[in-house]
Structures are given as structure tokens and as C-alpha cells.
């Protein structure tokens, strides 16, 4: 049960986009579509962003974007915004009907 | 308003135990699946524990097995971590989660409560 493997950081100008990568294997992240992101500021508690690869919740902007090849799924910031710096973890169902979650990313908004 | 409020954290000695409880407000608790994740200090999230919605499935992480049980009271709106042979390793923040229906991902999260083990 290895975490997801994810870039520790990403940063961006305001107004640029950033992607996230997500990386697992086929017995998670490329065995089903049940990736799901979070963002978590300091302090608080973890937000559901993405959820499924790419469907939002609602009342998540859509400058939030999820989608997935192989065993590598994407979360892109578009329009980055200074209250997107945060860090953003992915998680996957896995074939052990377990969840395992990613390293996380930390996005800093330059 | 939908909740999750965590309690039951505190300082344990290793090989100690401790019983976490998550009081859930604002949805029909028996309908969801729930979850315990925890964050150690300046870590990642990791998922501890799951259970349906009736407690007949369970599922845990493997550093955990055989020590923890996660259990619910459907009459009281809880969910239970019982953790046993707690060691420094388990040291984190407990959220509670709650399963978005028919997805496998986390919609709603408490805001946690600190296990602490140490001697």
C-alpha cells in the first residue's frame, strides 16, 4: 500500500495554469476511476475538489480540472488565484478495496 | 448543517489504547460509508480505516491491522476508532470522513482530533 506519488511542489504567476500529477499503479489509480482531490490550507481540514477523475462538486470552481491516462491521473489549476495556495493531495480506490492516498503538493502562487 | 465532530484524542504511552469517536449531524447517517484519515504533524494524509454503511465491511491500512477496530452505532450517529498496542508511528491528527454516495471519494471531514503517543 504505497502512497500515490505526487510532484512535493508546483508553483505559478497568477493567471497561469499548473497540473499535478498523480502517479499509482494498475492496481489503483489505473485499475478504476475512483480518483478524487483535495485541497487543504493550513490548519484546516482536507476539501473535496475533484472527485470520480474529473467531476467537481458543487461549488468548486471550474478553474479546477481532473482527467486521467494510464496509471497517472492530472489535477490543472487554470486562472491560478492567490487562494489556491494550498496542498493538494489525490487519493484512488484500490484493489484491495482499500484508498490510498498521494505524497501531496504543495502550490504556491507566486 | 451537514457535521462530523471528532473527540477522544489525547496522550497515550506506547502499547497504550485509546477509543476515538466521530458524532455525525445534518445527514442520514446509515446511508453513508465513513472513514478514519489521519495526518501526522507536517505529513501527508493517510487512510486508516473504512466501513459501509452497516458495519458488515470493514477495511484497514496494513500498519494497522490487528490494532485498531472501526466500528458504528447507527442509533447514535457515531463512528468508533478503537486503537490497542498504540505505537509512536500512530502519533496524528484523527479525521473522520464521510464516503460521497456512490463515489469512492471524501466529501465531508471533521476537523479532527490529536492521538499523541509518547512516553
Known amino acids: 500500500q504505497s502512497a500515490l506519488t505526487q510532484p512535493a511542489s508546483v508553483s505559478g504567476s497568477p493567471g497561469q495554469s499548473i497540473t499535478i500529477s498523480c502517479t499509482g499503479t494498475?492496481?489503483?489509480?489505473?485499475?478504476?476511476?475512483?480518483v478524487s482531490w483535495y485541497q487543504q490550507h493550513p490548519g484546516k481540514a482536507p476539501k473535496l475538489m475533484i472527485f470520480?477523475?474529473?467531476n467537481r462538486p458543487s461549488g468548486v470552481s471550474n478553474r479546477f480540472s481532473g482527467s486521467k491516462s494510464g496509471n497517472t491521473a492530472s489535477l490543472t489549476i487554470s486562472g491560478l488565484q492567490a487562494e489556491d495556495e494550498a496542498d493538494y493531495y489525490c487519493s484512488s480506490y484500490t484493489s484491495r478495496s482499500t484508498r490510498v492516498f498521494g505524497t501531496g503538493t504543495r502550490v504556491t502562487v507566486l | 448543517e451537514v457535521q462530523l465532530v471528532e473527540s477522544g484524542g489525547g496522550v497515550v504511552r506506547p502499547g497504550g489504547s485509546l477509543r476515538l469517536s466521530c458524532a455525525a449531524s445534518g445527514f442520514t447517517f446509515d446511508d453513508f460509508a465513513l472513514s478514519w484519515v489521519r495526518q501526522a504533524p507536517g505529513k501527508g494524509l493517510e487512510w486508516v480505516s473504512g466501513i459501509n454503511w452497516n458495519g458488515g465491511s470493514t477495511g484497514y491500512v496494513d500498519s494497522v491491522k490487528g490494532r485498531f477496530t472501526i466500528s458504528r452505532d447507527n442509533a447514535k450517529n457515531t463512528l468508533y476508532l478503537q486503537m490497542k498496542s498504540l505505537r509512536a508511528e500512530d502519533t496524528a491528527l484523527y479525521h473522520c470522513?464521510?464516503?460521497?454516495?456512490?463515489?469512492?471519494?471524501?466529501?465531508?471531514w471533521g476537523q479532527g482530533t490529536m492521538v499523541s503517543v509518547s512516553s
Open positions: 470522513a464521510r464516503d460521497q454516495y456512490l463515489s469512492e471519494a471524501f466529501d465531508i
Open positions: 494498475s492496481s489503483d489509480v489505473g485499475g478504476y476511476n475512483f
Open positions: 470520480d477523475v474529473s
